[in-house]
């Protein structure tokens, strides 16, 4: 679907004032400022963050009483359960948390549901089995917020409780011993840190009352530097904004991924060809790393992951790198299956150009792979997008997925349509539901009612913010190293997106990787060439050989390393057949 083609508003002198005051580039001062940096000291503070911008883990809410629980539970040798979730967060977090334990002398083990069988967050079996195996403590990471009744059974079992978790709060709090929460408590605004981030600001008031003073122990921040590469891959992973502190997570974590990964992130990465990158950027966690991880537990083997992320044994972590590589090309596959299908059931149910919303549901979908492409299809169709996994016995409810788009609150949109759901939760911009087979046609109506009321129809097109218009002379190796000062790059924090009027198709597209659906271009205006890759592109191959050979192009400049080469390349994003661009603010 086209897409509104926005230019971000820019003053010159302030551009200028800027780039004298804090003593950076033009293009540097300019796009600081469309973020809202406009002082030299948020500059300098932006540009060179510090681990000591991290704020002291007892200024989030719950923590310090929970870790004084678990530090408690260790000394009286209590059996302690990390209850996490299944996707890269929550298995990251699990990760890091029970490793804290272990250092610390605790018996720990882990616990992630089955994605399937069990499906999101704790459950009343689970916890009974945990109970009967001897645990006494069981410590949630990534979920738990939501679970009221849940925490009702595990105080009938004799369980001590700890939540941490960082999805949207219910109307009521389960009744835990602790919930470490960012949102929970006196300290007010809630923080973006995500379920990851918050299971390292525990280890870290771990190792402070483990310790007795603020200063941990060596061995403990040799554990913690070890630790924020797994902070950072959650971080990453669930997508939450990439300001405050979890700028400072991602930025150190990357640096650890590089210098000192683990047995098994390691494995993981030469799999991923990574071990051949001079440094790793945000991009390689979210397209090579995440999705290798999260496959496991998309296909319900999410306890592989964790071990993977905690052994110490190099032959078992190459051993399931391995497996997790293969189950990562068997989730590829079904995503393309599904795609292929929900987007055909969308244009014969729905029609992209008429719904606000699309639900769509189908008995031969893999409930372990529907929120990917609930995903791919917000972004393509800009819309919200609900995909349900219908059981084909009938004696189970169907699992959905939704993700959202700029300006619909999927928690509050699910919430309103609660009647017919058996339950539900999530963000604002993705979630999760059950529901009942003779509900979904009543369901969809009122999804579709509500997004219609919520979504004016300017809001149905997508908008593509532009950071500037730019000559492909100015791209010289030297900016775009400069661009590159503004990473991590992410959420919140988005590589720079530029324009280029007038760009020539030196050489016919071609396709390129699996199946074809990537293309590779070469661009050229005046005397000056590039390459260009359109991730996910392919289906423009058609488009451009027919557009008369002169094309407007959006783009994301990056430096590509190539057998020690370093060279511009741009990132496609969206073209049109070249016309007068009118800027709009």
């Known amino acids: 679907m086209a897409k509104r083609w926005r230019y971000r508003p820019h003053d010159a002198a302030r551009v200028t004032a800027l780039e ?178 918050v299971a390292f600001k525990l280890a870290w008031a771990l190792c402070q009352r483990a310790s007795g003073a603020k200063r941990v122990s060596d061995r403990m921040r040799e554990f913690l530097l070890d630790a924020v590469a797994l902070a950072a891959i959650g971080t990453v992973a669930d997508c939450v904004p990439l300001i405050d502190e979890n700028r400072v997570l991602v930025q150190y974590g990357l640096r650890a991924l590089g210098e000192r990964p683990s047995i098994g992130l390691a494995s993981l990465a030469r799999l991923a060809e990574l071990d051949r990158k001079p440094e790793l950027g945000c ?19 999410a306890q592989l992951a964790v071990e993977l992320l905690t052994t110490a044994s190099a032959e078992r972590a190459a051993a399931l790198a391995e497996y997790m590589n293969e189950l990562n090309a068997s989730r ?71 993700r959202s788009i700029a300006g619909f609150d999927l928690h509050a949109a699910l919430a309103e349509c609660g009647e017919h759901l058996l339950s539900h939760g999530g963000h604002a911009v993705a979630a999760g539901l059950r529901i009942a087979l003779e509900n979904v046609a009543a369901f969809r109506e009122q999804f579709c009612e509500v997004a219609a009321a919520r979504l004016s129809h300017e809001q149905r097109q997508a908008e593509l913010w532009i950071d500037a218009e730019v000559p492909l002379a100015a791209l010289t190796l030297q900016t775009v190293c400069d661009l590159e000062r503004l990473a991590p790059f992410g959420i919140g924090n988005h590589r720079p997106v530029f324009a280029a009027s007038a760009v020539a198709l030196a050489e016919a597209p071609r396709r390129i990787g699996g199946g074809g659906r990537h293309l590779s271009l070469q661009l050229s205006q005046g005397p000056v060439r590039l390459r260009g890759v359109a991730f996910g592109g392919g289906d423009w191959l058609d488009e451009l050989s027919a557009s008369g050979g ?28 070249s016309e007068p661009v009118v800027s709009a603010t």
């Open 20 to 197: 004298r005051e804090a003593g950076v580039p033009a293009v540097v001062a300019h796009l600081l400022l469309s973020r809202g940096i406009d002082q030299p000291q948020r500059v300098r503070d932006f540009l060179d963050c510090k681990l000591s911008h991290l704020r002291d883990p007892a200024e989030l809410p719950g923590a310090a009483e929970a870790a004084e629980r678990l530090y408690a539970a260790i000394a009286d040798r209590r059996k302690i359960v990390v209850y996490g979730d299944y996707d890269v967060d929550g298995v990251t977090g699990t990760s890091l948390l029970w490793q804290c334990l272990r250092l610390l002398g605790a018996e720990a083990t882990t616990y992630v549901p089955h994605r399937i069988e069990e499906g999101y967050g704790l459950n009343d079996e689970a916890l009974r089995t945990l109970a009967a195996q001897g645990a006494k403590v069981v410590v949630t990471v990534d979920c738990g917020i939501a679970s009221v009744a849940e925490a009702r059974t595990a105080r009938e079992l004799g369980l001590e409780l700890i939540i941490t978790d960082h999805h949207c709060l219910g109307a009521q709090l389960p009744e835990a011993a602790a919930i470490v929460h960012p949102a929970v408590g006196p300290a007010g605004a809630p923080s973006p840190l995500s379920g990851a981030g």
């Open 283 to 301: 991009e390689d966690i979210a397209f090579a790393l995440a999705p290798r991880i999260n496959a496991a537990g998309r296909l319900g083997q």
């Open 332 to 402: 590829q596959s079904l995503e393309r299956s599904i795609y292929l299908a929900a987007h055909k059931q969308i244009v014969e149910q729905h029609g992209p150009e008429c719904d606000a919303a699309f639900v769509v549901a189908d008995y031969d979908w893999h409930p372990g792979v529907i929120g990917i492409v609930a995903g791919r299809l917000a972004e393509k169709l800009h819309r919200p997008v609900v995909l349900i996994a219908l059981d084909a016995t009938g004696v189970k409810p169907g699992t959905g997925s939704a």
């Open 550 to 577: 002169t094309v407007d192009i959006v783009f994301r400049p990056v430096i590509n390393a190539f057998r020690g080469r370093r060279s511009v390349e741009l990132q496609l994003t969206d073209w049109r057949v």
